[in-house]
């Protein structure tokens, strides 16, 4: 049961080793340029968040003047009607 021991003896050439380097060479070079255009889609998308929140912070504040305008537009309008009651109450 003793079965000799087999080495495996891989021979490669020159051509295979160097074609072997240049596509790893090539891959890494192209994950680089990958990872760069990634990098400038994200500042755009940084600058796009920025400017969006800006305008959302702008239209929050146009949007509470515009509540506040309403309240005291209701405000003096019940006090016109509370007026005009009291003036035709008199005039009776």
């Known amino acids: ?3 000799p021991r087999r080495l ?3 021979q490669l050439s020159v051509a295979s080793i160097v ?3 240049i596509t790893v060479a090539s891959f890494m ?3 680089g340029y990958q990872a760069s255009q990634q990098s400038s889609k994200m500042e ?3 600058q ?3 400017k969006v929140e800006k305008r959302l912070d702008d239209r ?3 949007l509470d003047a515009l509540r506040d305008a309403i309240s005291e537009t209701r405000t003096e309008t019940r006090m016109n009607s509370l007026r005009i009651g009291e ?3 008199l005039r009776k």
Do not use: H
Request: aromatic letters at 8%.
């Open 8 to 10: 495996v003896d891989f």
């Open 44 to 46: 755009a998308l940084t």
């Open 60 to 62: 929050d504040i146009r």
């Open 19 to 21: 074609s072997g380097c």
């Open 48 to 50: 796009t968040l920025t």
């Open 87 to 89: 003036l035709e109450r």
């Open 1 to 3: 049961m003793n079965q």
């Open 29 to 31: 070079v192209w994950m």
